[in-house]
């Protein structure tokens, strides 16, 4: 049973960070590329960011790139996000899923499995 799950999501102020984990199992962990998604109330589910198999290649939605930073630990089956420089427009829950596909993509439907999401608030 593969199983995603993320950590590390809470309250934070403007200009803050914050360093989300997603924690795999039940799957090749290094076979799957990884992914962060968000969504916010009332909003669609976005993409955030999504690194390759090897962690060679990432990609970042436009609204994150410079103050994120996506990782992944092959020996752990984990993936990181690391947040910085906060804002309340980050405000929202927060997935990590897997893709089995070579490469890497920004859209959710091409991803197999999802975590239940990590909530993230960034006051003003």
């Known amino acids: 049973q593969v199983q995603l799950v993320e950590s590390g999501g809470g309250l934070v102020q403007a200009g803050g960070s914050l360093r989300l984990s997603c924690a795999a199992s039940?799957?090749?962990?290094?076979?799957?590329?990884m992914g962060w998604f968000r969504q916010a109330p009332g909003k669609e589910r976005e993409f955030v960011a999504a690194?390759?198999?090897?962690?060679?290649?990432?990609d970042y939605a436009d609204s994150v790139k410079g103050r994120f930073t996506i990782s992944r630990d092959n020996a752990k089956n984990t993936v990181y996000l690391q947040m910085n420089s906060l804002k309340p427009e980050d405000t929202a829950v927060y997935y990590c899923?897997?893709?089995?596909?070579?490469?890497?993509?920004?859209?959710?439907?091409?991803?197999?499995?999802w975590g239940q999401g990590t909530q993230v608030t960034v006051s003003s």
């Open positions: 039940g799957l090749s962990f290094s076979n799957y590329a």
């Open positions: 899923a897997a893709d089995r596909r070579l490469g890497i993509t920004t859209i959710s439907d091409r991803y197999d499995y």
């Open positions: 690194i390759t198999r090897s962690g060679g290649i990432t």
